[in-house]
């Protein structure tokens, strides 16, 4: 190296550690240090070290505000360097720690919880951890700042993740998200808790909440033992079962014992073989409800009339059917005088009304007749016959996925469905919005 290049990297190694030394924020990444991707592994892992070895050292003795460590990508650091650099930065005062260790291979890291232990978890309001142990005891203190809590594969038990909800008085919201070693996840009585979102902790038997305020509940995977004590509170409320089927019949009998007063409903069932039930019961505070499902033969979507009718104050209702291939009687195969009435029943508070994946199935456009006749409140109806993602939002430009040929001749037949049962039946103030494969992407031929 010429003295010249000396100098200039010498110039750039100080400027570069003088501006690390002057944040009170630090995310440290290959992109962050500015390391060469295209360099082997363990060039990049032995910068990486070095640069932080370097930050950290001249920062000795100033405080820090947000610790991110991302470095998920950097598989061959040692974890007692990730050790090191925790105990010299997490110190009083600290609000943010952010962690995603290397991603495991051989072993785990085990996120040292003495860390929270020297009053350093006396100020920390946001702990984000990913991929590591974490085993907290009795003695870890209290985190009375804390008031988030993210967990993504953290390996941690029910038992001690209740050691540690209960030195955490202040927590406002706790996500899990795969960690699978949780049977039973137990809130305690935390007065300022208002969010739970639980997504697929396959191990999970029972989820219980004694938190008298907790506002919102988001739940996807196995369903389980859930009890949320009665809360009066809850008022969004998203159940999203992916492996069990009649998650729409269970939402109809058991919301109301878990949030009789909630606001926003979303449910979504893989498969429903069962009808939903028409029950005494009434969601009398619900705004907007959300269904998902994939249709099978079995069921006739007529029978959601159960929700409408349980729900005088309802506003929104979208509902999301995701078929292959239509499995249902169309209603193209039979006389028009055949469609089932319902009695009289009025909503006077629906105003939308989205039905993605509408096909010709005749219990679908019965369910459809049936909102347009009672419903005097209705601004706007949407069919979209179609339930993928438009080009006009996916990233590569293109719809995602791409319907195959007999997905594009049952759209044809939607349509004809659509002009010959429903449009006719749209009041002159009712928006019809009528949705069809995008033709930028597919080949649409017209039915003769």
Same mark, same amino acid.
């Given at each position: &190296?010429?003295? !010249?290049?000396?100098?200039?990297?010498?110039?750039?190694?100080?400027?570069? !550690?003088?501006?690390?030394?002057?944040?009170?924020?630090?995310?440290?990444? /290959?992109?962050?240090?500015?390391?060469?991707?295209?360099? *082997?592994?363990?060039?990049?892992?032995?910068?990486?070290?070095?640069?932080?070895?370097? $930050?950290?050292?001249?920062?000795?003795?100033?405080?820090?505000?947000?610790?991110?460590?991302?470095?998920?990508?950097?598989?061959?650091?040692?974890?007692?360097?990730? @050790?090191?650099?925790?105990?010299?930065?997490?110190?009083?005062?600290?609000?943010? %720690?952010?962690?995603?260790?290397?991603?495991?291979?051989? *072993?785990?890291?085990?996120?040292?919880?003495?860390?929270?232990?020297?009053?350093?978890?006396?100020?920390?309001?946001?702990?984000?951890?990913?991929?590591?142990?974490?085993?907290?005891? @009795?003695?870890?203190?209290?985190?009375?700042?804390?008031? !988030?809590? #993210? &967990?993504?594969?953290?390996?941690?038990?029910? @038992?001690?993740?209740?050691?540690?909800?209960?030195?955490?008085?202040?927590?406002? +919201? %706790?996500?899990?998200?795969?960690?699978?070693?949780?049977?039973?996840?137990?809130?305690?009585?935390?007065?300022?808790?208002?969010?739970?979102?639980?997504?697929?902790?396959?191990?999970?038997?029972?989820?219980?909440?004694?938190? /008298?305020? %907790?506002?919102?509940?988001?739940?996807?995977?196995?369903?389980?033992?859930? *009890?949320?004590?009665?809360?009066?509170?809850?008022?969004?409320?998203? &159940?999203?079962?992916?492996?069990?089927?009649?998650?729409? #019949?269970?939402? #109809?009998?058991?919301?109301? *014992?878990?949030?009789?007063?909630?606001?926003? =409903?979303? $449910?979504?069932?893989? +498969?429903?073989?069962?009808?939903?039930?028409?029950?005494?019961?009434?969601? %009398?505070?619900?705004?907007?409800?959300? $269904?998902?499902?994939?249709?099978?033969?079995?069921?006739?979507?007529?029978?959601?009339?159960?929700?409408?009718?349980?729900?005088?104050?309802?506003?929104?209702?979208?509902?999301?059917? !995701?078929?292959?291939?239509?499995?249902?009687?169309?209603?193209?195969?039979?006389?028009?005088?055949?469609?089932?009435?319902?009695?009289?029943?009025?909503? @006077?508070?629906?105003?939308?009304?989205?039905?993605?994946?509408?096909?010709?199935?005749?219990?679908?456009?019965?369910?459809?007749?049936?909102?347009?006749?009672?419903?005097?409140?209705?601004?706007?109806?949407?069919?979209?016959?179609?339930?993928?993602?438009?080009?006009?939002?996916?990233? +590569?430009?293109?719809?995602?996925?791409?319907?195959?040929?007999?997905?594009?001749?049952?759209?044809?037949?939607?349509? =004809?469905?659509?002009?010959?049962?429903?449009?006719?039946?749209?009041? +002159? &103030?009712?928006?019809?919005?009528? =949705?069809?494969?995008?033709?930028?992407?597919?080949? $649409?031929? /017209?039915?003769?």
């Amino acid at each position: &190296m010429t003295l !010249r290049d000396a100098a200039r990297a010498a110039c750039a190694s100080h400027t570069f !550690r003088h501006s690390w030394i002057c944040r009170p924020n630090l995310t440290f990444s /290959p992109e962050t240090l500015g390391l060469n991707r295209n360099t *082997s592994t363990n060039v990049i892992t032995r910068d990486l070290i070095s640069k932080i070895d370097q $930050i950290l050292q001249s920062r000795s003795g100033m405080g820090v505000k947000t610790l991110n460590f991302d470095l998920l990508c950097c598989d061959n650091i040692d974890f007692s360097y990730l @050790d090191s650099w925790l105990h010299i930065a997490v110190t009083p005062g600290i609000e943010e %720690l952010i962690l995603s260790p290397p991603l495991p291979t051989i *072993s785990v890291y085990n996120f040292p919880c003495s860390l929270l232990s020297n009053g350093s978890g006396n100020s920390i309001q946001y702990l984000d951890l990913c991929h590591c142990i974490l085993r907290p005891t @009795d003695g870890l203190g209290c985190l009375r700042s804390l008031t !988030r809590l #993210r &967990m993504f594969c953290v390996r941690i038990t029910g @038992d001690e993740l209740w050691c540690l909800l209960s030195n955490c008085s202040a927590l406002l +919201s %706790l996500e899990l998200r795969y960690c699978k070693e949780i049977i039973s996840l137990k809130i305690p009585s935390l007065q300022r808790f208002r969010l739970l979102d639980v997504v697929l902790c396959d191990s999970l038997q029972v989820v219980e909440s004694n938190a /008298p305020n %907790l506002s919102s509940f988001y739940y996807s995977g196995i369903l389980c033992q859930i *009890s949320l004590g009665g809360s009066l509170q809850v008022k969004t409320l998203c &159940m999203r079962c992916l492996y069990q089927a009649n998650i729409v #019949r269970y939402a #109809r009998h058991s919301i109301l *014992s878990l949030a009789p007063n909630v606001e926003t =409903l979303t $449910i979504a069932s893989p +498969s429903e073989t069962v009808n939903t039930p028409m029950l005494s019961g009434k969601f %009398l505070h619900l705004k907007h409800l959300e $269904i998902s499902l994939v249709g099978t033969a079995a069921y006739d979507y007529l029978s959601l009339v159960s929700f409408l009718e349980a729900s005088p104050h309802l506003e929104k209702f979208e509902l999301s059917i !995701r078929q292959h291939h239509m499995e249902h009687d169309s209603i193209l195969g039979g006389p028009s005088h055949d469609l089932r009435q319902i009695l009289e029943q009025r909503y @006077d508070k629906l105003k939308n009304v989205k039905i993605s994946g509408f096909c010709s199935s005749k219990s679908l456009v019965e369910l459809t007749c049936h909102i347009l006749e009672n419903t005097t409140s209705l601004d706007c109806l949407t069919l979209d016959t179609t339930w993928y993602l438009r080009c006009s939002v996916t990233k +590569s430009g293109k719809c995602y996925p791409l319907m195959d040929r007999d997905s594009l001749v049952e759209a044809q037949k939607t349509l =004809l469905a659509i002009r010959r049962y429903v449009v006719g039946k749209v009041p +002159s &103030m009712v928006k019809l919005n009528i =949705l069809e494969p995008c033709s930028r992407c597919h080949t $649409i031929e /017209p039915l003769v």
